[in-house]
């Protein structure tokens, strides 16, 4: 029998399985390890303590030497800033401020501006309820300087087809390197007076015409109804989750492509691209994880997706945004029925950030991994050979030998809704058998769970149609000169 007590407890203190327990408060405070003076505020990593001081230098070094590093903005290059109003993309944004200000040694060369996306509709939000969203998001946007965009989800159901089509590359004379950019760049302001070095941020205001209204409006009655029956229609909420990042990442890309901007920067931290591995992978995405997850993302060809934020964690950028008040705006998830388990996507993160509770280099090791991935897999050199929704490789070689063969859907054709259809070869171009050729293995899971055809966006399925009429047409003028030489023949 055992006897002991105390706070150290006997057979029945702690029952439960070891974790990692917490250590005893010590009562001398801790230096901070990089100036040695000040009291540390923080522990970042194991022994890893920060002054508020070295950590906001710490902290903005890494975002500049991320930049840097990479080399991939050059100055003067106008760059769209997609802000979701969380943590991330709000901290990300405090350090595009400081580092456009004229109190910092080496500034940021490049022309920002901003865009919300309004996802309420979708989020189970009311009407009041987005307004007031937005009018928080709009003076958090005006309290930058930058001009910015305020999206609806409802305007992606009015995006062209050649929104899934990749645009034109630069071409004509070579782009200069970065260091003749540079070069180049701080030469002109010299010629213009600019002694300073600042940036040509007083007339950002007047390349974009903001227009926006005092009072954020919202979309018409009938597209926020358009939309939640498209969301209402696919069958599982992981399949909403993906359905939801591509109609933002269009809407975000079709914005950037009118306005001009040849860069856009997300907010995707270290955390959230180690969940995001994983979940690709549960997804059949494994051979698009460092194009899904790398520092740039070109699959769209004009347009180049940078993640500035993935070497922060989760906790880093918290402290942050706590210890010099960055404001955020905290979007409400998607709603589910099942709270068990709602989504792919929401068990990752529930996995892994248990994990990270008792093993703290769970993230960054899965981070780490993923840094080793090549991005090839991902490269299509012609159009048939792209994803109609995700514009990467078809990765379907072969498929006869995979597990893809059973997921392969064969049925009859589908009524055509909205009359988008005309004749024979259209109403065979909107059965869901015609879409499986133009989808990566990925997607097809995905768009299995997408409900009907008919409530799919607009622009997906005229581009689907323009793809499969031109695959016709193109099988038909290789069958023509079969047929000629048969008579020939006999």
Request: net charge neutral; proline share 7%.
């Amino acid at each position: 029998m055992c006897d002991a007590t105390g706070d150290d407890g006997g057979c029945g203190a702690d029952a439960a399985p070891a974790r990692r327990r917490r250590l005893p408060a010590d009562s001398h405070p801790r230096p901070c390890m990089k100036c040695g003076q000040g009291t540390a505020a923080l522990v970042i990593r194991l022994g890893d303590a920060f002054c508020r001081d070295c950590f906001r230098e710490y902290f903005v070094h890494k975002f500049r030497a991320m930049l840097g590093k990479n080399r991939v903005i050059f100055p003067g290059e106008k760059v769209l800033l997609a802000l979701s109003g969380g943590p991330a993309s709000s901290a990300m944004l405090r350090q595009v401020q400081e580092g456009l200000s004229r109190e910092t040694a080496k500034k940021l060369r490049f022309i920002p501006s901003l865009i919300y996306v309004d996802e309420g509709a979708v989020r189970g939000l009311s009407a009041a309820q987005r307004e007031q969203s937005l009018a928080r998001m709009e003076t958090l946007l005006q309290a930058t300087g930058f001009p910015y965009h305020l999206a609806h989800l409802e305007q992606a159901l009015e995006l062209p087809a050649s929104i899934l089509q990749p645009g034109p590359e630069k071409s004509g004379k070579p782009s200069p390197s970065y260091k003749e950019a540079v070069e180049g760049f701080i030469q002109q302001q010299r010629q213009e007076g600019d002694g300073d070095g600042g940036t040509s941020l007083p007339d950002l205001g007047t390349q974009d015409a903001v227009g926006s209204p005092p009072t954020p409006r919202l979309p018409i009655a009938a597209r926020t109804q358009e939309l939640l029956r498209l969301f209402e229609a696919v069958e599982t909420s992981t399949a909403r989750e993906e359905l939801l990042q591509m109609l933002r990442t269009h809407l975000i890309l079709q914005t950037a492509r009118t306005r001009g901007y040849t860069k856009v920067m997300t907010g995707e931290s270290c955390t959230r691209v180690a969940i995001k591995l994983l979940t690709n992978l549960a997804l059949g995405r494994g051979a698009f994880l460092a194009v899904d997850t790398g520092f740039v993302d070109n699959r769209h060809g004009d347009v180049m997706v940078v993640r500035p934020m993935r070497e922060y964690m989760a906790k880093e950028i918290a402290f942050y945004n706590h210890f010099f008040d960055v404001p955020t705006v905290i979007a409400p998830p998607l709603p589910t029925k099942r709270q068990e388990k709602p989504s792919i996507h929401r068990l990752i993160e529930r996995f892994l950030l248990g994990l990270q509770e008792d093993f703290p280099s769970t993230i960054s090791t899965v981070y780490r991994t993923g840094e080793k991935l090549s991005p090839a897999p991902a490269k299509a050199s012609s159009e048939s050979q792209r994803c109609l929704l995700c514009l990467c490789a078809l990765d379907i070689a072969g498929e006869e030998e995979l597990a893809l063969e059973p997921t392969l859907i064969t049925e009859e054709t589908e009524p055509a809704g909205d009359g988008c259809c005309q004749g024979a070869t259209a109403a065979g171009a909107e059965s869901r058998a015609a879409f499986i050729p133009l989808l990566c293995y990925g997607c097809r899971l995905t768009f299995k769970e997408l409900g009907p055809l008919a409530t799919l966006p607009p622009y997906v399925r005229a581009e689907a149609q323009r793809r499969i009429r031109r695959a016709q047409m193109e099988q038909q003028s290789q069958e023509v000169p079969l047929e000629d030489e048969e008579p020939g023949k006999s």
